[in-house]
């Protein structure tokens, strides 16, 4: 039997949707609540047992109670051993903390486990010495390369763990940045550790690389293809502007404001709304046409899901395949290396159908097609 460690910070990831810019502290927490932001890990760690649904023979969950791990696994068909259970509903990090040490002590193959960067410290700092550990993407920073790509890619790792494949194992980084200088629009990634993974190219991201400064005349061209898109659709249409220094140089071009790590609205080409959390955009773009502008982040290529959760599946399926416009500079996508970008909206529908190739505006007048997992 393979000893499968399980450790979900239910909490993980609350703030995305709610336009927080992540989920640490009990006040963001409890603001993020009141904006009506769901939990969302418990979720997508369901969506990683289901695809080990088959595999249950093969495998012992040992994880903590309650939504820290035994409930998502006995959702899915699973008896699992219980180790312990949080003192409140309220979890905290020192919670996976002592789920973390827990489940090493009883010497599971894998420490799977739920969260975002904040997580992966705290799994991180309650390690003592090697132990193969691999996260379920679910929260709203993902610098840290130590998570699948998806909650199903995790599953393909551990099916060929169980298959005998011969997966070797590398260390990742732990990084994470302070979300108060985050919101003050600064990004600050610290290094805090490495930790041993799965070397599964396919399914497991790489560490974000932290931003640069792009080439100035390609952002330009970029924004100045764009500028006219914005200028040729209808005055009553909305451009939802994600995320990122490349939409920013498409903002800084129109002369309008920029949220630099959020969601801003455009209509007839000037801001009508900045920094809006997920029901927001939903009600602003009721019964118009939709357009979103996104990039993808640096040397991971996600696409959806990774810090863009304000963009709701509802928002994307309201604007279509044919309205999500890509923009990136060629040097960017180089960074890849091939490998396809990323989309992990949360809604697996959704994701097959973004799947393919998509147009990517890496000048004026100029697109590369690329693929799209």
């Avoid at 993980?12 to 409890?30: E, H, M, N, Q, Y």
């Amino acid at each position: 039997m393979f000893r499968l460690g399980l450790v979900i910070n239910p909490l993980a990831g609350l703030g995305g949707p709610a336009a927080l810019k992540g989920s640490d502290g009990a006040d963001v927490v409890r603001e993020a609540q009141r904006r009506g932001a769901q939990a969302r890990a418990g979720d997508r760690t369901r969506r990683c047992l289901a695809a080990l649904a088959e595999r249950q023979q093969q495998l012992r969950i040992l994880t903590w109670g309650g939504a820290m791990g035994a409930d998502a696994a006995r959702a899915e068909g699973f008896e699992p051993e219980i180790l312990g259970s949080a003192a409140s509903t309220a979890t905290t990090a020192e919670d996976t903390r002592a789920a973390v040490r827990a489940l090493a002590a009883a010497d599971v193959d894998l420490l799977l486990f739920a969260g975002g960067d904040g997580t992966a410290r705290d799994v991180c700092s309650a390690l003592e010495g090697p132990r193969p550990v691999l996260g379920i993407p679910a929260g709203v920073k993902m610098h840290s390369g130590v998570y699948a790509v998806t909650p199903e890619a995790a599953a393909k790792v551990i099916c060929q763990l169980l298959d005998g494949a011969l997966v070797a194992l590398d260390t990742g980084e732990v990084r994470d940045i302070d979300e108060s200088e985050l919101r003050a629009g600064r990004v600050n990634s610290r290094y805090f550790g490495e930790l041993q993974i799965p070397a599964e190219p396919r399914w497991v991201q790489h560490t974000k690389i932290g931003g640069r400064e792009s080439e100035p005349l390609v952002l330009e061209e970029i924004a100045a293809e764009i500028a006219e898109r914005i200028a040729a659709t209808s005055s009553g249409s909305y451009w939802v502007v994600g995320p990122g220094s490349t939409t920013a140089a498409v903002m800084e071009h129109l002369g309008q404001p920029n949220t630099l790590l959020g969601v801003d609205l455009l209509q007839g080409g000037s801001c009508v709304a900045s920094d809006l959390d997920a029901r927001e955009l939903i009600a602003r773009t009721e019964g118009a046409e939709v357009w979103i502008l996104i990039t993808f982040i640096g040397g991971q290529g996600h696409l959806l899901g990774r810090g863009n959760q304000q963009l709701s599946p509802e928002l994307l399926r309201r604007a279509g395949r044919d309205r999500l416009v890509v923009v990136a500079t060629r040097s960017k996508l180089a960074e890849l290396e091939g490998r396809p970008l990323q989309v992990d909206s949360g809604d697996a529908e959704l994701d097959r159908d973004l799947a393919g190739y998509l147009p990517v505006i890496t000048g004026y007048s100029d697109r590369v097609l690329y693929p799209v997992a």
